[in-house]
């Protein structure tokens, strides 16, 4: 238990330290710059956060949380619903699992925490389905699946976190 607790806190710590914007590029070790998938939000808030679930067994998957992160964001992006820019708020979570192919299964695909708004949940379920499959998992990983969280914030405040959530995340900072 305290090794795949001191794994996530790792990784929580590598992705929080990268350099993200909230303004649609991201920057990559390489200095490359991934292009946007769709229009941005111009107005609102939007932060989302990653968390890896399962035990990394001592691998490293930095570069690949990474790269999830920044595909499900750009897809993220592209079906923002317009309320966003007028500020709509709300915060979501979902829940998905990634095959060593890369693949999301449908029925993987699980929305944890419901913003109450319908558009809001949806755009993120959007987002994670367009972004797959993603690439392969490290073949040093035997497990047959890892599990990932992540969190979707439109224009919630960064200080004002649900009440009670107690899970770390990497988030976007503003």
Not at 62 to 84: H, K
Not at 93 to 114: A, I, S, Y
């Amino acid at each position: 238990m305290f090794i795949q607790t001191a794994a996530r806190l790792f990784v929580l710590t590598i992705l929080v330290s990268a350099s993200f914007q909230t303004m649609g590029t991201v920057a990559l070790p390489n200095g490359g710059v991934p292009q946007s998938g769709g229009p941005i939000p111009k107005h609102g808030q939007v932060r989302c956060g990653l968390e890896m679930l399962t035990d990394t067994a001592s691998i490293d998957f930095n570069a690949y949380l990474r790269t999830v992160y920044v595909s499900v964001r750009q897809n993220w992006y592209a079906v923002m619903p317009s309320s966003v820019e007028a500020g709509q708020r709300g915060v979501n979570k979902v829940e998905f699992r990634v095959m060593p192919d890369g693949k999301v299964p449908e029925d993987f695909v699980k929305m944890t925490v419901h913003s109450g708004k319908e558009e809001l949940d949806r755009a993120s379920l959007v987002a994670i389905r367009a972004a797959a499959p993603f690439g392969h998992l490290p073949e040093k990983f035997s497990q047959p699946f890892i599990a990932l969280r992540i969190a979707f914030f439109y224009n919630m405040p960064s200080n004002k976190h649900q009440k009670g959530d107690s899970s770390k995340s990497t988030s976007d900072s503003d």
